[in-house]
């Protein structure tokens, strides 16, 4: 079975540019989860998504990040304009239900370096 | 609010020598807890997790980990380590009733020596 896939690796952009992850969960997993991982803390969910509907987007700074997941598949996450801070690994997760015992399946992640 | 600490961000240990990370959470209702562990430059891997039933729960790797209720304590033991166990280990709550949320704690590296 294939894991979670995400793209690009590394990125490296100036503040005040555009960026954009991508990421396919694992086939059938209905819940997809964006969580950002600042060097020496833990990951800090950022949205998920049930199917295409977003659950919980209550730590996602909406004034310059934004994430779909169209048909309820894979789903991109972008910051415009990015921040010094938002220098992090970008983590996707996937699980096949909505429920709190549920195992989330974590992608190798993105990390983001702004200057 | 949930939340979740782990006590030392750093443990060193011997190869074949005893690990212990510990965890500690703070839940107003019925926890359920995992044990995730990171490689370097990887994402995170289940270990092992409680939800109910047995308070001991064994993992991966001979990883093992042990909910304790009255000391709100989950934390990870290994009898014998190895050199491949070198990781950070993340301790992470959700709760019942609501949606999976995940909660991490702030990672303890464990390093392990020859």
């Known amino acids: 079975e294939a894991g979670v896939a995400q793209s690009p690796r590394y990125k490296i952009i100036e503040k005040r540019q555009s960026v954009a992850f991508w990421c396919n969960p694992i086939s059938g997993h209905a819940t997809l989860y964006w969580y950002q991982q600042i060097l020496g803390q833990g990951p800090k969910l950022l949205i998920q998504?049930?199917?295409?509907?977003?659950?919980?987007d209550s730590q996602l700074p909406k004034d310059r990040f934004s994430a779909e997941r169209l048909k309820g598949v894979d789903s991109t996450l972008k910051i415009q304009p990015a921040k010094l801070e938002d220098s992090a690994v970008y983590l996707c997760a996937s699980s096949d239900r909505d429920t709190f015992e549920e195992t989330q399946y974590f992608g190798p992640g993105t990390r983001l370096l702004v200057l | 609010a949930q939340s979740v600490t782990q006590l030392g961000s750093h443990v060193s240990v011997s190869e074949g020598a005893l690990v212990l990370l510990r965890c500690n959470y703070s839940?107003?209702?019925?926890?359920?807890l995992f044990w995730y562990v990171q490689y370097p430059n990887q994402g995170l891997q289940l270990l092992l997790k409680y939800t109910t039933g047995a308070t001991l729960v064994k993992g991966i790797n001979g990883f093992e980990a042990e909910f304790k209720k009255s000391e709100t304590s989950f934390h990870l033991t290994k009898p014998s380590a190895h050199m491949s166990d070198a990781a950070e280990y993340f301790c992470a709550v959700t709760i019942s009733g609501g949606y999976n949320k995940l909660i991490f704690g702030a990672g303890t590296r464990l390093a392990v020596h020859p």
């Open positions: 998504f049930q199917n295409n509907g977003v659950v919980d």
């Open positions: 839940s107003s209702v019925p926890p359920y």
